[in-house]
T-cell receptor, first 113, second 115 residues
Framework: EDKVVQSPLSLVVHEGDTVTLNCSYE??????LLWYKQEKKAPTFLFML????IEKKSGRLSSILDKKELFSILNITATQTGDSAVYLC?????????????FGTGTRLTIIP | NAGVTQTPKFQVLKTGQSMTLQCAQD?????MYWYRQDPGMGLRLIYY???????DKGEVPNGYNVSRLNKREFSLRLESAAPSQTSVYFC??????????????FGPGTRLTVL
């Protein structure tokens, strides 16, 4: 059964700190790994990773995938209170030509001013 | 483009009542999904539709039915609502294929309370 495990479940840091969120997965027919940020409503897309070792970067956020060890990390540097959210790791797999997503439970990040 | 739209935004039902959650997307996406999100459980897949005319069960399909009316619309029906179905429901869609730019787009969610 496909599985996505995120750690930690919850993290509280001070503004300006750097955080690393972890995601490990087991999935059949890997297609890609996606990171989302969810504040009060629907998740918003951050990154999609398909190849090992290639860092994706967007401002203070970056992410990398290791397909051999089956994990990904999401880094946020110089955190701000606006980074407070739940960060979701999502695995996209393929089954008989159809795509299916498996979600982790998320990491709740709280940034203290 | 409106993206993914869901109606209603909020709903309160009594146990045993039925209702249909509507979802529509205008991005010509092939696949559509219904998820429920509960505290500490993450997003769990209820049903999905890989293409028009097909639907498949996800992780937690019991108590729900779906209908892929056409390429744009994917509805979720609760025939006899139960308090355990109190949750936030998200619809999502994605364009199938190998494009590295694929991402799943989410609707704004429906907050459902069953008393």
């Amino acid at each position: 059964e496909d599985k996505v495990v995120q750690s930690p479940l919850s993290l509280v840091v001070h503004e300006g700190d750097t955080v690393t969120l972890n995601c490990s997965y087991e999935v059949t027919n890997f297609r890609s790994l996606l990171w989302y940020k969810q504040e009060k409503k629907a998740p918003t897309f951050l990154f999609m990773l398909t190849s090992s070792g290639i860092e994706k970067k967007s401002g203070r956020l970056s992410s990398i995938l290791d397909k051999k060890e089956l994990f990904s990390i999401l880094n946020i540097t110089a955190t701000q209170t606006g980074d407070s959210a739940v960060y979701l790791c999502v695995q996209k797999g393929a089954y008989f030509g159809n795509e299916k997503l498996t979600f982790g439970t998320g990491t709740r990040l709280t940034i203290i001013p | 483009n409106a993206g993914v739209t869901q109606t209603p935004k909020f709903q309160v039902l009594k146990t045993g009542q039925s209702m249909t959650l509507q979802c529509a997307q205008d991005m010509n996406h092939n696949s559509m999904y219904w998820y429920r999100q509960d505290p500490g459980m993450g997003l769990r897949l209820i049903y999905y539709s890989a293409s028009e005319g097909t639907t498949d069960k996800g992780e937690v399909p019991n108590g729900y039915n779906v209908s892929r009316l056409n390429k744009r619309e994917f509805s979720l029906r609760l025939e006899s609502a139960a308090p355990s179905q109190t949750s936030v429901y998200f619809c999502a869609s994605i364009l199938n294929g190998a494009s590295p730019f694929n991402e799943q787009f989410f609707g704004p969610g429906t907050r459902l309370t069953v008393l």
